[in-house]
């Protein structure tokens, strides 16, 4: 095992840090497409995890907006990257390494979630909640679908 062949499931942390359903969410999306992830997990030939993480990620990109949304930091919050993260990290790294992924994802998802909460808090005070909560959505998004698409194979 060598830090490249890990390099999507650490990049897919990355993105689970900022938003916790994007990850499932490309991944379904690549799944629902007949894309297939390197790692195998049966879990994403399931049409109910399939839609479901869809839903999840459309509606986090929406709640996120609310002035009452928790911090990514919560216990919920964190407990919800690192199943995201575990779960696609997973499928993104090589056959055999599924485990390796998920560990490597985790471990950058969750204190990545403090620096970009931070960024995030910053971009609010300067520029208000929905419009860096939508520049964050476009760029997390993009950057999971990026990491998915170049990963994912026919």
Known sequence: ???RSLL????????ASARSMTP????A??????????????????PLFKYGALAMGA???VGDKMKSAPDRTVPLGLLARVMSAGIAGAAL???GQEAQGAVAAVATAVPLAYLTLAARKQAIAEIGQTRSGLIEDALIVAAGAAIVALSARQ
């Open 93 to 95: 790294a090589p056959k």
């Open 8 to 15: 999507p499931s650490i990049l897919i942390g990355a993105v």
């Open 29 to 46: 999306t690549a799944r629902l497409v007949g894309r297939h992830t390197p790692g195998h997990l049966v879990l994403l030939d399931n």
């Open 24 to 27: 499932m969410a490309t991944i």
């Open 59 to 61: 509606g986090e990109l």
């Open 1 to 3: 095992m060598n830090i």
